[in-house]
């Protein structure tokens, strides 16, 4: 087998007249979408790792800066969701290839928040067409599709000054693969549950009470010191252990860690003092800058770490239980 190699960075031009603030790739890594401060979400095709010189596809509808697009399963169709400083979520669908004016169209506009929506992101597909918002206005939404084609909404304090971004927490239950259901039983039913991030420096985890249909603040994480800027829950296979990343202002990542459904969440703290490269001034458990995104990798045993300084760098548990730098990238 010959070992891997990382390949040279590829630059994409995007046509954007502003600042970018998020890409990213759908479930096939065939679609690129990228939001920017020019109000605009465009989206690209992607062949071999390279767009298309095609110019792709503007999509129009905000009136201010995006933030963050999300790309829904496949199983649901070609569903782009994105939101902004407007207040808004739009949700777009792909018309089928066959029409004649094949292209993107406004599914569903979400005006239930009155400041900012900073983030958005879809529930695992198990759950269904579920979405998760998070707004300046300290209130957490979820909008969920309906059978009947109706969308319904939840929406409900999450954190004092404002939210800045939600994660949901994978539909395998911990532990499932270990202890396989009985023979014979019905299998449990996959339980909505996600982690919000917010400007309290809190991170809280919310489940949803089937019996009394709404959301509850089932456990709060109390580790930064200053405004929480992403939130990432590992996908999980089925193994025990669950584990959340969070990024703050405070320059700092934390991994939390969760052995069991009755034990407590346990923070440790990434170093990037011990990463090689690393000023020998670095303050141990700091980052060089601001962290503003963390990100899993799909089998969750790497986390990508996206800090102020433009560097991004990735890390990984070692069998200590020590998290180590494995690469870093300039941008």
């Not at 596809?57 to 969701?81: C, E, N, S, Y």
């Amino acid at each position: 087998m010959p070992s891997a190699t990382t390949t040279e960075a590829v630059p994409i031009e995007t046509a954007h007249e502003d600042m970018i603030h998020d890409a990213q790739l759908d479930y096939y890594g065939k679609r690129l979408a990228t939001c920017s401060s020019d109000r605009t979400v465009k989206v690209f095709d992607v062949i071999s790792g390279e767009p298309l010189k095609s110019s792709g596809h503007t999509l129009k509808g905000h009136t201010g800066p995006v933030w963050q697009v999300a790309w829904a399963h496949p199983k649901f169709g070609h569903i782009l969701a994105s939101c902004s400083y407007d207040g808004k979520v739009l949700i777009w669908g792909e018309r089928s290839q066959g029409t004649a004016d094949g292209g993107w169209t406004r599914v569903k506009e979400h005006t239930l928040h009155t400041a900012s929506v900073n983030s958005v992101s879809w529930a695992p597909h198990e759950l269904g067409a579920m979405l998760a918002c998070a707004s300046s206005d300290g209130k957490l939404s979820v909008l969920t599709f309906k059978d009947d084609g109706q969308w319904g909404a939840d929406i409900f304090n999450g954190h004092a000054i404002g939210c800045n971004s939600v994660s949901w927490a994978p539909a395998t239950q911990p532990g499932s693969l270990i202890h396989p259901q009985q023979h014979g039983t019905q299998p449990s039913a996959p339980f909505k549950r996600f982690a919000s991030a917010g400007c309290d420096n809190l991170v809280k985890i919310w489940g949803y009470r089937e019996d009394t249909q709404s959301w509850v603040e089932e456990e709060t994480l109390d580790g930064h010191t200053d405004w929480v800027r992403d939130v990432a829950w590992a996908p999980n296979i089925g193994l025990p252990r669950s584990y959340i990343a969070t990024a703050s202002q405070d320059k700092t990542v934390l991994i939390w860690t969760k052995d069991s459904l009755t034990s407590p969440w346990v923070k440790i703290a990434l170093d990037p003092s011990t990463a090689s490269g690393a000023p020998s001034a670095a303050a141990a458990g700091k980052f060089p800058d601001v962290v503003w995104r963390v990100s899993w990798s799909l089998a969750g045993n790497i986390l990508a770490v996206s800090c102020g300084d433009g560097k991004v760098t990735l890390w990984k548990e070692n069998l200590r239980g020590v998290w180590e730098c494995v690469s870093d990238m300039s941008s």
